[in-house]
């Protein structure tokens, strides 16, 4: 059998992200509606009574694509697309809690 070099855990953690990344995570994103406005590339909706609703977040500019029924308003899909950075990578199949990242907030503020 061959023998495999140890993994390494060089992953990105909540510690190392930008500061903006991190109060979104912890406190959620702050929506904008910016449908129609110029530059903003607005997807065709699959769904024939769909309307599509384009949001991007004022801190971190994560765009979210909601596609809602005229007929009644429910929710039919939603994508997201994240900047560079964003994402943690999970170690050992866990994800950070958000009482961690909210304490590491708490860490940067001193
Ligand atoms: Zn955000």
Not at 3 to 26: E, G, H, M, V
Request: aromatic letters at 10%.
């Amino acid at each position: 059998m061959a023998r495999t070099a140890p993994q390494t855990k060089a992953k990105r953690s909540y510690r190392q992200l930008a500061d903006q990344y991190l109060i979104c995570r912890t406190f959620l994103h702050a929506w904008d509606d910016v449908t129609g406005l110029d530059g903003v590339e607005v997807p065709p909706s699959h769904e024939p009574m769909g309307a599509r609703i384009v949001l991007r977040c004022l801190r971190c500019d994560t765009i979210r694509y909601d596609t809602v029924s005229i007929i009644n308003g429910l929710l039919l899909s939603r994508g997201y697309k994240y900047p560079e950075g964003y994402h943690l990578a999970p170690y050992d199949g866990e994800y950070t809690l958000r009482q961690e990242m909210r304490f590491e907030y708490l860490s940067r503020r001193k």
